[in-house]
């Protein structure tokens, strides 16, 4: 029989050990192939639990529950105010693949990996969050205005008497840097992100103020100040100078400005009771109907900036108490400036007529009275409006007929297109440059056709331009109509002529009739029918006999209705048929 080999104990060893490594290598791969990709148990992104499930699914759930909040708007919120931003509209994502594989949703021969997807309870996870820079700041700098709240500049009230001092406070703004960073870390939670603002210091500071109050509202407030003119004496008091007295920033620092004009003006009553000589400008006034030159006159006054300069020299003493000399005061407009606009003849004029009525002599007769004496100097407008004001009832104007809507209706001023038309003529005739001229809608028989003009308040106008290098004067009187007379209004324009002027026939065409109106209102005022036409006619210029330029005109007159007060009369029905 054979005899028996014994295995030797080394070799025993390591055969046990070769089982048993094969044993746990094999339960490695189990565990390996149980784990597979799936997140540990309990495992959360962003507050989604991925516990358990595979890389896919988890990227398939991160991306439906974070892809919502993404498209629901992220409040920042702050003391000053709120706003909105969108996630997805600003240049922020989330990388769903990466934040799943971060959070252990992957394959992993790791022991402690293994050893976590088995009976770990997981943990919470960041995403891996995607972040467009320029679009996020964009962003975020859109929202920036709701944040803001402008500075309080400190300030200061003085009234000569009394100080009041207002403190400063600062402003806000957002810092859109640090905003921009705490939304790009919390935009993934939907919870409202807080944001950050600076300050935004004023302009003027609770320490400028407090020194222009030491340094020159309370010396400024201790008294009159005296000026001495010659030998008179000229009090200037607390409240004047804080009438005049503004409180400006002048290159960071906080300055007092006393203006020069409203000074003079403060002291008005002081500075006429010195009875220094007042001067004058010339005048071209009308006497005894023709223009006659008011010398200018010189006179002495105190200039208002030396008058600052004296009270700003003042505070400083101690007697509150300096000299201000007075010196000569040319006149703006001379004798010599009058006689250079060589106002000496008349170079149009022009008269128009109208019937009886009481309301015409009242309005027409106060707008000659506005319009007579008007000096156009060379290059000036002239506008009817600025120089008549509005027509009311306290200005002594009544109530007369105009035309409101294509009917007569009354109103105060009522009639006074008759001066305008007078007014138009004669500018017209004296060459100079019409600027804005409206003709009646309607036309009336007692005005040249086409070549007239109405004015409104607030609406239609008549200006010339003053276009020579001569003054223009105007000259305007009316005689006054009666109970079968006629009244009349004419307007001369004095001035040195430049042209001759003519004017060509006025030539109508394109007839049209208008139609039957009924009004109703306790208003209505009856009016005939009359034919709607055009007119064409030129105004030629003529130098030294020559013609020189040539200026076309137009204008297109509505036919007139005939307005019938009442209501529209029913027709009267016809005999039936057969009857």
Same mark, same amino acid.
């Given at each position: 029989?054979?005899?028996?080999?014994?295995?030797?104990?080394?070799?025993?060893?390591?055969?046990?050990?070769?089982?048993?490594?094969?044993?746990?290598?094999?339960?490695?791969?189990?565990?390996?192939?149980?784990?597979?990709?799936?997140?540990?148990?309990?495992?959360?992104?962003?507050?989604?639990?991925?516990?358990? $499930?595979?890389?896919?699914?988890?990227?398939?759930? $991160?991306?439906?529950?974070?892809?919502?909040?993404?498209?629901?708007?992220?409040?920042?919120?702050?003391?000053?105010?709120?706003?909105?931003?969108?996630?997805?509209?600003?240049?922020?994502?989330?990388?769903?693949?990466?934040?799943? $594989?971060?959070?252990?949703?992957?394959?992993?021969?790791?022991?402690?990996?293994?050893?976590?997807?088995?009976?770990?309870?997981?943990?919470?996870?960041?995403?891996?969050?995607?972040?467009?820079?320029?679009?996020?700041?964009?962003?975020?700098?859109?929202?920036?205005?709701?944040?803001?709240?402008?500075?309080?500049?400190?300030?200061?009230?003085?009234?000569?008497?009394?100080?009041?001092?207002?403190?400063?406070?600062?402003?806000?703004?957002?810092?859109?840097?640090?905003?921009?960073?705490?939304?790009?870390?919390?935009?993934?939670?939907?919870?409202?992100?807080?944001?950050?603002?600076?300050?935004?210091?004023?302009?003027?500071?609770?320490?400028?103020?407090?020194?222009?109050?030491?340094?020159?509202?309370?010396?400024?407030?201790?008294?009159?100040?005296?000026l001495m003119v010659d030998k008179a004496k000229l009090a200037i008091s607390p409240e004047m100078i804080a009438s005049a007295t503004s409180f400006d920033l002048d290159q960071g620092k906080l300055e007092p400005k006393i203006d020069p004009e409203k000074l003079f003006a403060a002291a008005k009553s002081q500075l006429k009771a010195l009875q220094l000589p007042e001067g004058r400008d010339a005048k071209i006034v009308l006497r005894n109907g023709k223009p006659t030159i008011i010398e200018s006159v010189s006179g002495v006054r105190i200039e208002p900036k030396k008058l600052r300069g004296a009270v700003r020299e003042a505070l400083t003493k101690p007697d509150r108490t300096t000299k201000v000399k007075a010196t000569a005061a040319k006149p703006k407009f001379?004798?010599?400036?009058?006689?250079?606009?060589?106002?000496?003849?008349?170079?149009?004029?022009?008269?128009?007529?109208?019937?009886?009525?009481?309301?015409?002599?009242?309005?027409?007769?106060?707008?000659?009275?506005?319009?007579?004496?008007?000096?156009?100097?060379?290059?000036?407008?002239?506008?009817?409006?600025?120089?008549?004001?509005?027509?009311?009832?306290?200005?002594?104007?009544?109530?007369?007929?105009?035309?409101?809507?294509?009917? $007569?209706?009354?109103?105060?001023?009522?009639?006074?297109?008759?001066?305008?038309?007078?007014?138009?003529?004669?500018?017209?005739?004296?060459?100079?440059?019409?600027?804005?001229?409206h003709p009646h809608g309607l036309f009336f028989p007692r005005y040249p056709a086409g070549r007239e003009a109405t004015v409104a308040w607030g609406s239609l106008d008549l200006k010339f331009k003053n276009n020579t290098k001569y003054g223009v004067l105007l000259q305007a009187y009316t005689h006054r109509s009666s109970p079968g007379n006629r009244g009349s209004i004419t307007v001369r324009v004095w001035s040195t002529k430049t042209y001759d002027v003519k004017s060509s026939s006025l030539n109508r065409s394109n007839y049209r009739q208008g139609k039957v109106r009924y009004d109703t209102s306790p208003k209505c005022h009856a009016q005939a029918p009359s034919p709607g036409f055009d007119v064409n006619y030129t105004r030629y210029f003529y130098k030294n006999g020559s013609l020189v330029r040539k200026e076309p005109f137009f204008w297109r007159y509505s036919p007139t209705d005939k307005v019938v007060c009442g209501p529209k009369p029913t027709p009267t029905p016809g005999p039936k048929p057969g009857g």
């Open positions: 029989m054979a005899e028996k080999r014994k295995l030797s104990v080394p070799l025993l060893v390591g055969i046990i050990g070769g089982v048993f490594v094969a044993l746990i290598a094999a339960a490695y791969l189990i565990v390996y192939a149980i784990a597979g990709d799936r997140a540990p148990q309990g495992t959360q992104v962003a507050g989604v639990d991925i516990g358990g $499930l595979t890389s896919a699914e988890a990227e398939e759930r $991160l991306s439906n529950e974070l892809g919502q909040r993404l498209k629901t708007p992220v409040s920042l919120t702050s003391k000053v105010g709120d706003a909105e931003i969108v996630p997805a509209e600003s240049g922020l994502g989330i990388d769903y693949a990466k934040s799943a $594989l971060e959070a252990g949703a992957t394959k992993s021969f790791n022991p402690i990996h293994l050893w976590q997807k088995l009976v770990s309870q997981g943990t919470e996870h960041d995403p891996v969050t995607v972040v467009d820079e320029a679009g996020v700041t964009t962003a975020v700098e859109q929202v920036a205005d709701k944040f803001e709240t402008p500075p309080v500049s400190a300030s200061v009230k003085w009234n000569g008497k009394k100080t009041k001092v207002t403190e400063a406070k600062n402003g806000t703004e957002l810092d859109v840097q640090a905003t921009r960073d705490a939304v790009v870390e919390h935009f993934y939670t939907g919870n409202p992100t807080e944001a950050v603002l600076a300050e935004t210091p004023p302009e003027v500071q609770d320490e400028q103020v407090a020194e222009v109050v030491e340094s020159f509202i309370k010396p400024a407030s201790s008294g009159p100040i005296t001379t004798t010599e400036d009058a006689k250079k606009l060589g106002v000496k003849e008349v170079i149009g004029e022009y008269t128009t007529y109208y019937p009886h009525a009481y309301y015409r002599n009242v309005n027409i007769g106060l707008a000659a009275k506005g319009i007579n004496g008007s000096l156009v100097k060379p290059g000036e407008i002239w506008s009817m409006n600025r120089t008549l004001g509005e027509r009311t009832r306290a200005k002594g104007y009544t109530d007369g007929w105009m035309i409101i809507g294509g009917v $007569l209706r009354k109103s105060p001023g009522g009639g006074i297109s008759q001066s305008a038309t007078t007014t138009f003529n004669a500018i017209f005739f004296a060459g100079l440059q019409d600027i804005e001229h």
